[in-house]
């Protein structure tokens, strides 16, 4: 019975002289086209809800030391903690190399500290109520640090309809692997504390979350705004030189 049904499918589609249209291409495997930014820099944000009020402030800040590019981020909540996020990544395709993750108001010393080493496994040694753990994961050649995500997506090529895969590593105190995806979904003309900007908005999914972006259409591709879903952060300062 099933070969009957396959020849009576092959049989209607030999009657129509109407090719068949060719299957959507998988999307290719992020890469590095361009590092826009200098080897140093400062963007201050603030962050507010959706109806407008601030929650807080966050800085990026770039330093590029030999071969080694040091991405740290800085997050400022009113009324509850702040968090430090520092990513060392390489310089020629920001592929990640360590980081460490500090609550100042918990502990000075990092709370978790990770290593990427050559043999494709991550090693994360975390300070928690239970002792000090330590983990060991196998990662993927395309990964990418979760802490490195919004320097990353300023090197992607800004066209729309641009889409690109990677596996997104999120480290707490321990690896959590995500298969991600980055489209360039538009065109926008935002207005934020730093002035107005010609932005490209960018659709990041990760497992079931989604995020969106809005980067410069200018070089650096400064990050102008981000909406995780739960508010935004907006562009409020920028330095060159710190």
Sequence with gaps: MLIAITGLTLAGCAGNNEPEPAPEPEPASVTVSEIPWPD??????????????????????????????????????????????????????????????????????????????????????????????????????????????LFLLRTIPFEIGYTATFTNVKITTKAEKRAATVTVVGEEKLQVPAGNFDTYKVELTSASNKKYLWYGKEKPHYLVKLDDGTGVILLEEIKEKF
């Design 40 to 149: 140093t820099e400062f963007t201050g944000y603030v962050i507010q809800d959706y109806d407008g009020n601030e929650m807080g402030s966050s800085a990026l800040l770039i330093r590029k030391t030999l071969d080694i590019y040091n991405l740290n981020q800085k997050y400022v909540f009113e009324g509850s903690f702040d968090q430090v996020l520092i990513a060392n990544v390489k310089a020629d395709d920001l592929k990640p190399l360590a980081g460490t993750i500090t609550i100042p108001e918990v502990m000075l010393a990092p709370l978790v500290t990770y290593l990427y080493k050559e043999d494709g496994t991550l090693t994360i040694d975390a300070a928690t109520e239970e002792g000090n753990q330590h983990t060991v994961v196998n990662v993927p050649e395309d990964t990418y640090d979760n802490n490195e995500l």
